[in-house]
C-alpha cells in the first residue's frame, strides 16, 4: 500500500505526490500554483531523461506546440536532475475508457457518440495543420469533463513529421484493438500514413461506443486479432445498434481497410453530418473556418481589381475581429487572422464605414450582373471572383453553380429596390 506523504515542489508553485492516477497509469497527481489560493490539481508525468532523452524532447516539441479545445492543456515543463516533469490539466475528469465500462449494456444516444466525433476530426484535422500524429489514440487517452467536452491526453508516442516523414515503416502504439491495420503491420503496405492510421484509431473508438463491441463481434485472443481485422478488408462493416445510416457511413469511412481509400480529417470534416453539427454548436466558428478556406482562394486569385480587394478585405477583417474570441493561436484560422492584420498593416488598408462598404458592395456586384446582361456570360475569372465575393459577404455556402441562377440571385438580394 502506498504511504500519502506531503507532496514534492518541483519549482515555486509546482508540487507532486507519489499518488498514481488510476485511470492514467503513470500519471502522478500533482499540483499548480501549490500553496497559494488558486491551487489546482492536476497531472504529471515524470520521465527519466537517462533512458528516455530523444522521445521524452519529442513529447516535449509537441507539447509545446498544440493549443486546441480538444487537447489536454499542458500548464509546464519541467526539466531537473535529469528527469522531465510535465504538469497537464486533469481536475473533474474521467477517461472514456470509463465511460465505456460503465455503459457496457447500455444503450447510446446517437447524438453522444457524434459530439465524440465532431470534436476528434476537428482536433485531428488540427493536428495534421500542424503535422502532428498522435499514434496512440484510444479510450485510456481520451478525458471527458463536465462541459462534455472530449480532450485527447497523453502525446507520448506522437511525434511532428517533416514532409518526407508523412509515411513512414515503422509503428508505434498503444492498445492494439484501436490501431490500425498498417500500424499493426497486417496491411502489406509498406508505409504508414499516420495521419490515416488516427483516423481508422478514432473510427474504432466510435464503433465501440456506439455498438458496445468491435467489429468482429465475438471474443477474440490477441493472436486472433489480425485475421479478424483482414476480414474487415472484405467485408461490409455490419451495425446492430447504431442506427443513422449517415453515422454508420461516417463511421464506414473512417474504417475502411486500405489507407488509401480511407478518408482524411478535412474530407471528415466535409460530411454533411459533422458540418450540421459544428453549425449547430458553434455557427460563428463555423462561418470563420469558411471564410478562412474564402481567404485562401481569394489569395490565389492574381492581380485582383482594387475596389474587388478593398470591399473583399473590409468583409474579412470585420467578422474575423468580431470574433477574434474564437480564434485560438496556433490553429489555422489564426494563421489567417494574422495575415489580414498583417496584410492591413503593410497595405495602410483601413475599415469602410458601413454605408460606404455596402454601398461599394451594391456597385461592384452590380458590374457583374451588367456584363453578364451585356455578353450573356461572364469569364471564369469573373465566375470565380463574384462566387468568392457573395459567399465572402454571405460568410456562407452560395446553394446554386448554375450561372444564371447566381446573377438571378445577386440581383434580387444586392440589387432590388
Same mark, same amino acid.
Given at each position: 500500500?502506498?504511504?500519502?506523504?506531503?507532496?514534492?515542489?518541483?519549482?515555486?508553485?509546482?508540487?507532486?505526490?507519489?499518488?498514481?492516477?488510476?485511470?492514467?497509469?503513470?500519471?502522478?497527481?500533482?499540483?499548480? *500554483?501549490?500553496?497559494?489560493?488558486?491551487?489546482?490539481?492536476?497531472?504529471?508525468?515524470?520521465?527519466?531523461? *537517462?533512458?528516455?532523452?530523444?522521445?521524452?524532447?519529442?513529447?516535449?516539441?509537441?507539447?509545446?506546440?498544440?493549443?486546441?479545445?480538444?487537447?489536454?492543456?499542458?500548464?509546464?515543463?519541467?526539466?531537473?536532475?535529469?528527469?522531465?516533469?510535465?504538469?497537464?490539466?486533469?481536475?473533474?475528469?474521467?477517461?472514456?475508457?470509463?465511460?465505456?465500462?460503465?455503459?457496457?449494456?447500455?444503450?447510446?444516444?446517437?447524438?453522444?457518440?457524434?459530439?465524440?466525433?465532431?470534436?476528434?476530426?476537428?482536433?485531428?484535422?488540427?493536428?495534421?495543420?500542424?503535422?502532428?500524429?498522435?499514434?496512440?489514440?484510444?479510450?485510456?487517452?481520451?478525458?471527458?469533463?463536465?462541459?462534455?467536452?472530449?480532450?485527447?491526453?497523453?502525446?507520448?508516442?506522437?511525434?511532428?513529421?517533416?514532409?518526407?516523414?508523412?509515411?513512414?515503416?515503422?509503428?508505434?502504439?498503444?492498445?492494439?484493438? =484501436?490501431?490500425?491495420?498498417?500500424?499493426?503491420?497486417?496491411?502489406?503496405?509498406?508505409?504508414?500514413?499516420?495521419?490515416?492510421?488516427?483516423?481508422?484509431?478514432?473510427?474504432?473508438?466510435?464503433?465501440? =461506443?456506439?455498438?458496445?463491441?468491435?467489429?468482429?463481434?465475438?471474443?477474440?485472443?490477441?493472436?486472433?486479432?489480425?485475421?479478424?481485422?483482414?476480414?474487415?478488408?472484405?467485408?461490409?462493416?455490419?451495425?446492430?445498434?447504431?442506427?443513422?445510416?449517415?453515422?454508420?457511413?461516417?463511421?464506414?469511412?473512417?474504417?475502411?481497410?486500405?489507407?488509401?481509400?480511407?478518408?482524411?480529417?478535412?474530407?471528415?470534416?466535409?460530411?454533411?453530418?459533422?458540418?450540421?453539427?459544428?453549425?449547430?454548436?458553434?455557427?460563428?466558428?463555423?462561418?470563420?473556418? =469558411?471564410?478562412?478556406?474564402?481567404?485562401?482562394?481569394?489569395?490565389?486569385?492574381?492581380?485582383?481589381?482594387?475596389?474587388?480587394?478593398?470591399?473583399? =478585405?473590409?468583409?474579412?477583417?470585420?467578422?474575423?475581429?468580431?470574433?477574434?474570441?474564437?480564434?485560438?493561436?496556433?490553429?489555422?484560422?489564426?494563421?489567417?487572422?494574422?495575415?489580414?492584420?498583417?496584410?492591413?498593416?503593410?497595405?495602410?488598408?483601413?475599415?469602410?464605414? *458601413?454605408?460606404?462598404?455596402?454601398?461599394?458592395?451594391?456597385?461592384?456586384?452590380?458590374?457583374?450582373?451588367?456584363?453578364?446582361?451585356?455578353?450573356?456570360?461572364?469569364?471564369?475569372?469573373?465566375?470565380?471572383?463574384?462566387?468568392?465575393?457573395?459567399?465572402?459577404?454571405?460568410?456562407?455556402?452560395?446553394?446554386?453553380?448554375?450561372?444564371?441562377?447566381?446573377?438571378?440571385?445577386?440581383?434580387?438580394?444586392?440589387?432590388?429596390?
Amino acid at each position: 500500500m502506498t504511504t500519502k506523504q506531503s507532496p514534492t515542489i518541483i519549482e515555486e508553485g509546482y508540487a507532486i505526490t507519489n499518488e498514481q492516477i488510476k485511470d492514467l497509469g503513470i500519471y502522478y497527481l500533482g499540483y499548480i *500554483n501549490y500553496g497559494t489560493p488558486q491551487e489546482i490539481k492536476c497531472a504529471v508525468k515524470v520521465i527519466d531523461l *537517462n533512458e528516455e532523452q530523444l522521445s521524452a524532447q519529442r513529447e516535449k516539441e509537441v507539447l509545446l506546440k498544440v493549443n486546441h479545445r480538444n487537447i489536454a492543456q499542458t500548464y509546464k515543463i519541467i526539466e531537473q536532475n535529469n528527469k522531465m516533469y510535465i504538469f497537464k490539466e486533469y481536475e473533474e475528469q474521467i477517461t472514456l475508457k470509463s465511460i465505456f465500462q460503465r455503459l457496457l449494456k447500455a444503450t447510446i444516444n446517437e447524438m453522444d457518440i457524434l459530439n465524440l466525433a465532431v470534436q476528434l476530426i476537428h482536433c485531428l484535422n488540427y493536428m495534421e495543420s500542424l503535422q502532428l500524429t498522435n499514434r496512440d489514440l484510444n479510450p485510456a487517452n481520451i478525458l471527458y469533463n463536465r462541459e462534455r467536452v472530449y480532450k485527447i491526453f497523453d502525446f507520448g508516442s506522437s511525434r511532428v513529421l517533416d514532409d518526407n516523414q508523412i509515411f513512414q515503416s515503422m509503428a508505434v502504439g498503444g492498445n492494439e484493438f =484501436f490501431m490500425s491495420p498498417q500500424m499493426l503491420g497486417i496491411d502489406e503496405t509498406p508505409e504508414i500514413d499516420y495521419y490515416k492510421s488516427d483516423i481508422w484509431s478514432l473510427g474504432m473508438i466510435l464503433y465501440y =461506443f456506439g455498438e458496445n463491441t468491435f467489429p468482429w463481434r465475438k471474443s477474440i485472443q490477441d493472436h486472433q486479432l489480425d485475421e479478424e481485422i483482414v476480414k474487415m478488408s472484405t467485408r461490409k462493416l455490419q451495425f446492430q445498434k447504431i442506427k443513422s445510416i449517415q453515422l454508420q457511413n461516417l463511421i464506414a469511412k473512417m474504417l475502411t481497410y486500405d489507407q488509401g481509400d480511407r478518408a482524411s480529417s478535412k474530407q471528415l470534416l466535409e460530411d454533411p453530418l459533422i458540418q450540421d453539427k459544428i453549425s449547430e454548436s458553434n455557427p460563428q466558428l463555423r462561418k470563420l473556418e =469558411f471564410l478562412t478556406d474564402q481567404f485562401q482562394k481569394l489569395k490565389s486569385l492574381q492581380e485582383l481589381d482594387e475596389t474587388y480587394e478593398e470591399i473583399a =478585405f473590409n468583409y474579412l477583417i470585420r467578422f474575423f475581429t468580431q470574433n477574434k474570441s474564437l480564434v485560438r493561436e496556433q490553429s489555422q484560422i489564426y494563421s489567417f487572422y494574422k495575415q489580414l492584420l498583417d496584410y492591413q498593416m503593410f497595405n495602410k488598408k483601413e475599415l469602410l464605414q *458601413n454605408f460606404k462598404l455596402q454601398y461599394k458592395t451594391k456597385i461592384l456586384i452590380k458590374n457583374f450582373v451588367n456584363e453578364y446582361k451585356k455578353y450573356s456570360t461572364l469569364t471564369d475569372r469573373q465566375n470565380q471572383e463574384l462566387v468568392i465575393l457573395l459567399k465572402i459577404v454571405e460568410c456562407e455556402q452560395i446553394q446554386t453553380d448554375n450561372l444564371q441562377e447566381l446573377i438571378r440571385y445577386a440581383e434580387n438580394k444586392y440589387l432590388s429596390v
